[in-house]
């Protein structure tokens, strides 16, 4: 059994993929759940999850509003919310303001989780053209969590971790294949 | 002081009871009002007694009041579609709960205008924030800011197969930057400010659709199911009720709607 209660994962510009990826790689056994925030582009808000579950060897869903976070899922927030982890192990959604001009914001989904499941949570940070998430992930480390932010020269657009690694020294920084062995190792 | 003890107190000088807000949201809420007023909860508590004016903006700001004209527009095509055309030939009440600056109200009452309602209808737009209650009234919104709600207003009108523009329902002032509803709709809605975690209802007829779209997310388990409880009881047989896109409805109340992806009708 992993210690951890969660993996929580932010990406924009170029993780579409790399989530794409990852989910398709993963040990079908692979039972801690996966909370990701990415941004959107405007005009693509729907079909995300559809695409993802087609490769995906874990179920994604579309959360609802204080849904109760379970073993073996993997959570996507949805478009135009923000997407929190309470201290309940449920997850809250809200429309309020954007944040780094983003509705998911990385920054909320990341901070709320650092504050939920403290050290006993991975956070990763991929590709992106913004530096939402930093803070973020600066919070998960800040409370002894687990951080990985993908290597920016394998990042299709690298300002997102290379923000990530301007306010913090992550545990490791790793290629796209690497995450993957990382999370299939983790059992 | 940490948050929750600071809504306690809050709660007894103000009779503003946010206690059973969802715990992230309300905390950041929180944070933001003590960084914009550079105060301390303690310092905020000692204010809110002898400075109501001071208190009510508090009860404003820690509101979320993010609100579109025609949020999701394919969810406003299907209930064109469907809600819209099964309502009822008598005279139909509307109650937007949580209705912000009132661009929910207002896209419902373009909706009733395209289908030659808004004579048989009565609408009520009800939220705790008196401020948003006032511009709700007015109809009154920055343009350029919001452009994408012309943005929403086209692609519903396509998706309903309607010629109407949007300078048919808004006047466009380019140089105050502003929009505002025409009349018929301007001056139709009531707006009543009403707290909904009192427990009661703000009036005493039952209404035929409800429209509770992301309120319900502010707060927790128990708070919703205490007020689902309460907008329940103010439906008919057959009335409709619908949520924001990614909310539902607590597990006690499941059996007793029926439901489709857009909405939930209340079981008889
Ligand atoms: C995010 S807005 C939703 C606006 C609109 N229904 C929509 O979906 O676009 C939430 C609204 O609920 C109101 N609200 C929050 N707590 C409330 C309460 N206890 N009673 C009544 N309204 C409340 C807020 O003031 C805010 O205007």
Excluded at chain 2, 32 to 52: A, G, N, S
Excluded at chain 2, 144 to 172: H, Q
Aim: glycine share 4%; aromatic share 10%.
């Amino acid at each position: 059994m992993s210690d951890y209660k969660a993996i929580v994962i932010g990406g924009s510009a170029g993780s579409f993929a790399l989530v794409l990826k990852l989910l398709s790689r993963l040990s079908p056994s692979f039972d801690i759940p996966i909370i990701i925030c990415m941004h959107r582009l405007k005009h693509i808000r729907s079909g995300l999850v559809e695409s993802l579950n087609v490769k995906s060897k874990i179920k994604v869903v579309e959360p609802n509003d204080k849904e109760r976070i379970e073993k073996g899922k993997a959570y996507l927030a949805p478009s135009n919310y923000h997407m929190f982890i309470e201290f309940d192990g449920t997850i809250s959604l809200s429309i309020e303001d954007m944040n780094n001009h983003s509705r998911p914001s990385i920054d909320y989904t990341l901070s709320s989780a650092s504050v939920a499941f403290r050290d006993r949570c991975v956070g990763i940070i991929l590709t992106g053209a913004n530096k939402d998430g930093a803070k973020g992930i600066k919070d998960i480390a800040d409370k002894k969590g687990f951080t990985i932010v993908q290597d920016p020269a394998t990042a299709e657009v690298d300002t997102m971790p290379k923000s990530a690694l301007r306010v913090m020294k992550p545990n490791l920084i790793l290629s796209p294949d690497g995450i993957i062995d990382f999370l299939n190792n983790l059992k | 002081m940490d948050f929750k003890t600071f809504l306690q107190e809050f709660k007894k000088i103000t009779d503003y009871d946010f206690c059973d807000y969802s715990e992230n949201s309300i905390s950041r809420r929180l944070q933001k009002i003590c960084d914009e007023t550079k105060m301390t909860f303690e310092e905020i508590l000692r204010r809110c007694v002898t400075d109501r004016p001071f208190m009510g903006r508090v009860v404003e700001d820690i509101t979320v009041n993010t609100t579109e004209l025609f949020r999701d527009p394919q969810v406003w095509v299907s209930l064109f579609n469907t809600l819209y055309k099964s309502l009822p030939k008598t005279t139909v009440t509307f109650w937007h709960i949580g209705c912000s600056v009132g661009l929910e109200v207002y896209s419902n009452l373009i909706m009733l205008s395209e289908l030659n309602m808004l004579d048989k209808c009565r609408i009520i737009g009800t939220d705790i924030n008196p401020r948003v209650l006032s511009v709700a009234k007015k109809g009154e919104y920055a343009y350029s800011f919001n452009k994408y709600f012309e943005d929403n207003f086209n692609a519903v009108m396509r998706g309903i197969g309607s010629k109407s523009k949007f300078s048919d329902y808004f006047d466009i002032d380019e140089k105050k930057d502003q929009i505002k509803i025409k009349p018929p709709l301007l001056g139709k809605p009531r707006f009543i400010c009403h707290n909904l975690v009192m427990g009661q209802s703000p009036f005493a007829y039952r209404v035929d659709v409800v429209f509770f779209r992301n309120v319900m997310i502010y707060f927790n388990d128990a708070l919703q199911r205490k007020i689902m409880a309460m907008v329940y009881s103010k439906m008919y047989d057959n009335s409709f009720l619908i949520l924001g896109k990614r909310e539902d409805l607590p597990k006690s109340l499941k059996s007793k709607f029926i439901s489709n992806n857009i909405f939930f009708q209340k079981a008889n």
